[in-house]
């Protein structure tokens, strides 16, 4: 059974104290597995409090860092062998002054530490398509947080983009992997998943075990490559640290279960063998809304057909959200999707809505109770 307990604030070490009183309630220790960065990077700092009711498996102080900071693991990847896209930061204007006449565009903006502002005007990154572009935009964003990392863009498809998720035991040797890589995402080109496929590859693995094993990696994580097509290569895009990625549920869908993976291990519980499906029999995992909204996209644009994408359903799928013996999340994330398009441009008004409102009759049409 669940109980439902709110917490004034989970972004901050408040929820160090929240936890702890959690944890006195609580006759027996409890595994605890974490959804955020900033939620990593509270409890790395504060765990000898946390661990006479929890059971954890992170990685050292040091280790969390680099792989949430973007400079320090770029410097690490590096030094280390590991390819990665070129990288500046800047903390201050000064900082541009030698820089903007060395970049190279297209590039993009990210924030050095994600923040609520940033969120709130940027989303997840910029993308800047020439030298102009960067002068009329880079003020407002340092107006907005205080340091940046500039990164060189990497040209190719969401198909182009691989990760590798993992959990490996206290002794830093891998419990369980799985490879997959996104179809699409949303926004494109460098949104958030918007759907993946299981599709191995024997690089992602390999280079993703070797980075966590020279940083003496445990936990819970995942790695994000982009497929150079210019020297046909893996490049490292971003590694996450210390919790599951937004598309975890794709390898529990295709029979690898890696949250009950590390609930076995930190409990002692024996971990059953698993065996990857095979590659025709895969699950493919779609995260409704976004997915939605990139089909749209995608369709508008003329570089996908809605017939194909009607296809594309009638095989094997899981939703994050669409679910009918669950079906409150995907209800109250609908409602406040339709109250945002109505809130856009003219536009979005009618064209979206109207084109969502088509393709959902013919996805429940075709999809034959299969969700």
């Not at 910029?126 to 407002?140: L, P, V, Y």
């Not at 918007?194 to 020279?214: G, I, M, P």
């Not at 937004?246 to 890696?258: K, M, T």
């Amino acid at each position: 059974m669940c109980k439902k307990i709110l917490c004034e604030n989970l972004d901050d070490d408040s929820i160090v104290d929240n936890l702890i009183e959690l944890g006195k309630k609580i006759n027996q220790k409890s595994v605890l597995i974490l959804t955020k960065d900033s939620q990593v990077e509270f409890i790395t700092n504060k765990r000898q409090l946390l661990e006479p009711y929890y059971y954890l498996n992170l990685p050292s102080k040091e280790t969390v860092n680099i792989l949430l900071k973007k400079t320090l693991f770029h410097t690490f990847a590096k030094k280390s062998g590991f390819l990665v896209p070129k990288t500046h930061l800047v903390k201050k204007r000064s900082d541009l002054r030698g820089l903007s006449r060395n970049l190279e565009f297209p590039c993009i903006i990210k924030p050095f530490e994600r923040t609520k502002k940033w969120n709130e005007r940027f989303y997840k990154v910029i993308k800047i398509s020439s030298r102009a572009d960067f002068n009329e935009n880079i003020s407002g964003v340092l107006d907005t947080i205080d340091a940046v990392v500039i990164q060189e863009w990497i040209e190719g498809s969401d198909s182009d983009i691989y990760f590798c998720l993992v959990y490996f035991d206290k002794k830093s040797d891998p419990k369980a992997t799985f490879v997959g890589r996104k179809i699409r995402q949303w926004p494109p080109e460098y949104g958030t998943t918007a759907s993946a496929e299981k599709k191995f590859n024997q690089t992602v693995l390999d280079e993703t075990v070797r980075l966590f094993k020279e940083l003496g990696f445990r936990g819970l994580g995942s790695v994000e490559y982009k497929y150079d097509h210019r020297d046909q290569k893996f490049k490292i895009m971003e590694p996450t640290v210390g919790r599951p990625n937004l598309q975890s549920y794709l390898a529990v869908a295709n029979g690898i279960n890696i949250p009950y993976i590390t609930y076995c291990d930190l409990v002692g519980d024996k971990i059953e063998k698993f065996d990857e499906p095979s590659f025709y029999n895969s699950v493919n995992w779609i995260n409704d809304f976004s997915e939605y909204q990139a089909v749209y996209y995608y369709i508008y644009n003329k570089t996908l057909k809605l017939t194909s994408w009607l296809k594309f359903l009638k095989g094997p799928k899981k939703f994050a959200l669409l679910n009918i013996r669950d079906p409150l999340p995907f209800i109250f994330t609908l409602k406040n999707w339709i109250k945002y398009l109505i809130k856009k441009s003219p536009v979005y008004r009618i064209k979206p809505i109207h084109m969502a409102i088509k393709v959902f009759k013919k996805f429940m049409k075709h999809a034959n109770g299969k969700i």
